[in-house]
């Protein structure tokens, strides 16, 4: 961009090339923190992600398992993974996932 100052032509940065790069600067950082929060999300064992004091609900235990909460509730209805009534939810003992984990890994 130029400008006419004094009679003499000048250059002027052009304000939406600085915006520009602070943009890209910011969508590297974003990008950086994500990837660091996914990787660190890997590192950490289940066990410390729940409080294994409670017991599980259908979406923890779907996680925990790596599966659907449709697959949990298939599991559950064909008896393959014991599940405990509390009312109308349904709750997972931990014992009974690593259970279903073992006999599914042997």
Same mark, same amino acid.
């Given at each position: 961009?130029?400008?006419?100052?004094?009679?003499?032509?000048?250059?002027?940065?052009?304000?939406?090339?600085?915006?520009?790069?602070?943009?890209?600067?910011?969508?590297?950082?974003?990008?950086? #923190?994500? /990837?660091?929060? +996914?990787?660190?999300? &890997?590192?950490?064992? @289940? %066990?410390? #992600?729940? /409080?294994?004091? +409670?017991?599980?609900? &259908?979406?923890?235990? @779907? %996680?925990? #398992?790596?599966?659907?909460?449709?697959?949990?509730?298939?599991?559950?209805?064909?008896?393959? #993974?014991?599940?405990?009534?509390?009312?109308?939810?349904?709750?997972?003992?931990?014992?009974?996932?690593?259970?279903?984990?073992?006999?599914?890994?042997?």
């Amino acid at each position: 961009m130029w400008t006419k100052q004094g009679g003499i032509m000048q250059q002027i940065p052009n304000p939406f090339e600085a915006i520009d790069q602070r943009i890209g600067r910011l969508e590297s950082m974003m990008a950086t #923190l994500i /990837d660091l929060t +996914k990787s660190q999300a &890997r590192q950490q064992p @289940a %066990e410390q #992600l729940h /409080d294994r004091r +409670k017991p599980a609900t &259908r979406e923890i235990a @779907a %996680e925990y #398992l790596g599966v659907s909460v449709g697959t949990v509730d298939n599991l559950v209805r064909s008896k393959q #993974l014991k599940a405990c009534r509390v009312g109308k939810a349904v709750r997972f003992r931990w014992e009974a996932l690593d259970e279903f984990i073992n006999k599914r890994n042997k």
